[in-house]
Nanobody
Framework: QVQLVESGGGLVQAGDSLRLSCARS????????MGWYRQAPGKEREFVAA????????YFDDSVKGRFTISRDTAKNMVWLQMNNLKPEDSGIYYC????????????????????WGQGTQVTVSS
């Protein structure tokens, strides 16, 4: 069974940086594109970044474009989200899960593995 474990969150000030890590286990032969999602209190979970299995393509929501980067090490089943110049509106619980670069819309879209979410990692950015 697939397991996802996120880490690296914390309490920081606006303008600071954080690097989130995601460790995936339980499916050594999978070839998932992977993404990062976040959920702020009282809001729906939103899709903020993604990377193909090969690492050759990436996607960022407009709200984080130019500030966040995503990377992965497929051999180690790790995905990272480097977050720079953090803003208070970046606060929330961050989760990793699968994504898709082959959506019917012809665009990148969230495609989480059904029933599989980690505990997430809390990011709090103070102004």
């Amino acid at each position: 069974q697939v397991q996802l474990v996120e880490s690296g969150g914390g309490l920081v000030q606006a303008g600071d940086s954080l690097r989130l890590s995601c460790a995936r286990s339980g499916d050594p032969f999978s070839t998932y594109d992977m993404g990062w999602y976040r959920q702020a209190p009282g809001k729906e979970r939103e899709f903020v970044a993604a990377i193909t299995w090969s690492g050759e393509e990436t996607y960022f929501d407009d709200s984080v474009k130019g500030r966040f980067t995503i990377s992965r090490d497929t051999a180690k089943n790790m995905v990272w989200l480097q977050m720079n110049n953090l803003k208070p509106e970046d606060s929330g619980i961050y989760y990793c899960n699968a994504a898709s670069f082959a959506c019917s819309t012809g665009y990148v879209c969230p495609s989480p593995i059904p029933g599989v979410w980690g505990q997430g990692t809390q990011v709090t950015v103070s102004s």
